[in-house]
């Protein structure tokens, strides 16, 4: 396939850059729409009487991702398919609208489904953005595009640290902040789909409708050795990440007897603005290595695999140490494995997957990405309420991460286009 970027031209490069700039605020908005929530878990607990249980709150985190899960692969086909512009601006309308729907429940039964339908709707999003991003950028600047447009995921998770201090405000509380996020999206999404533009795929189109890949995109992904350890090498730490998301606001506030305010903040700014950083920095990085050798992505993200291991030993280990300086700075080192982790898994699947089916591929490590995070959210939630010690969960995810590292080490990428 031919990418706008093959020409180094200002014209050519402006466009590509600015197809970043106008996903960043969409990537920002997706992230702070499905997180905010576990900044201000006491107050909608608190207001919906019946949840009742912290199983009950993980079940519904885990109803999310296993629906996001299972409409990701579909989403990724779509935008294959037919187009990644309309997918993108249909999936940022739907899951606004839903997203003020939210802040108007009156039940956990409302809450659940609401949470559920969002799952749905944002599931289309992740693999069409990246793989727009990854058509219209190359070798040189890919990991560098795909760290920006995460950069805004890490931004939606700090401002949605904060969504804690809103929820606690008697002016405010959390259904605003549902409100709000939901009218700003819903707004958005109508310039996007004036400004968006997709990638003309004239050789793509060809290779699809390819008697030998007709139907057979799935079935051609599955059958690759390196797709397959690569869907284990996304999957794996992601077990951690989501964890780390969903209820280290909650396990900071109690181990350490701080507000929710300062536990969504501590629990999602300082990891999330180390993320945001060493993404830019990994890509960079990426970029640079893949003059020198094929397996420069693998390799960068390898060492951020290295660096979340102690991180996770560190994270478990400071409740019972009543150490908080150690739980923020153990966050930090994830933050900065998880960026350039993060902004390295499209790239390489852009060198083991032909260009049309990168939305799908994309989707397909969503889907089982998503199932395990699920699992893993309320598996949490049973164990915390079991009194399962902090330290043992999070050296079994220290120890996933060591597995997770082999695997990416075993990848045989081809040259990338």
């Given amino acids: 396939m031919s990418s706008p970027t093959d020409s ?83 999936s940022l309308f739907v899951w606004s609208l839903i997203t003020w729907l939210t802040g108007h429940v009156g039940s956990f039964n409302e809450l659940y489904w609401a949470r559920t339908m969002m799952g749905i709707s944002e599931a289309f999003y992740i693999p069409a953005a990246l793989a727009l991003i990854a058509d219209y ?34 002016d405010l509380g959390w259904r605003f902040m ?30 699809a409708l390819d008697p030998a890949a007709r139907g057979g995109a799935m079935g051609e992904l599955l059958l690759n050795r390196n797709f397959i350890l690569l869907v284990l090498y996304f999957t794996l730490p992601a077990l951690a990440a989501w964890v780390v998301r969903d209820w280290m606001p909650a396990i900071l506030q109690k ?87 993060d902004c390295n898994n499209m790239p390489i699947l852009s060198q083991i997957a032909r260009p049309h089916m990168r939305a799908t591929g994309y989707g397909i490590m969503n889907f089982v990405s998503m199932m395990c995070g699920g699992l893993a959210d309320w598996g949490f939630g049973v164990m915390r309420d079991k009194h399962v010690p902090l330290n043992v969960i999070f050296g079994v995810f220290a120890l996933v991460c060591v597995f997770s590292l082999v695997l990416v080490l075993m990848i045989r990428p081809r040259r990338e286009g």
């Avoid at 939901?182 to 793509?204: E, F, N, S, T, W």
């Avoid at 951020?304 to 478990?316: D, K, S």
Wanted: proline share 3%; charged share 15%.
């Fill in 137 to 170: 950028h190359t070798t040189g600047t890919r990991s560098r595009a795909i760290g920006v447009h995460q950069m805004g995921i890490y931004c939606g998770v700090m401002v949605g640290g904060f969504a804690g201090f809103v929820a606690d405000a008697p």
């Fill in 8 to 90: 180094d031209s200002p014209t050519v490069m402006r466009r590509a850059w600015l197809i970043v700039g106008l996903l960043f605020p969409v990537a920002l908005l997706n992230y702070l729409d499905r997180q905010m929530i576990a900044s201000m878990k006491v107050s909608v607990m608190g207001d919906i009487k019946d949840i009742g249980s912290e199983e009950n709150w993980g079940h519904m985190l885990a109803s999310f991702k296993w629906v996001y899960a299972i409409f990701s692969p579909i989403g990724g086909y779509i935008a294959d398919r037919f187009s990644r512009k309309l997918t993108i601006c249909g």
């Fill in 255 to 341: 181990a350490f007897n701080i507000s929710q305010g300062k536990a969504g903040v501590s629990a999602s700014l300082y990891w999330q603005a180390a993320a945001l950083l060493s993404a830019i920095l990994g890509g960079w990085l990426a970029d640079r290595w893949m003059r020198k050798s094929d397996r420069g992505r693998i390799y960068v993200s390898a060492i951020g695999m290295m660096l979340i291991v102690p991180a996770m030993f560190g994270v478990g280990n400071a409740p019972a140490l009543n150490s908080f300086g150690l739980a923020i700075a153990s966050l930090i080192l994830f933050g900065v494995g998880w960026g350039f982790f």
């Fill in 178 to 207: 549902f409100d709000f996020t939901g009218l700003a999206g819903i707004l958005y999404a109508i310039p996007l789909l004036l400004l968006l533009r997709d990638v003309p795929r004239q050789v793509d189109t060809q290779k």
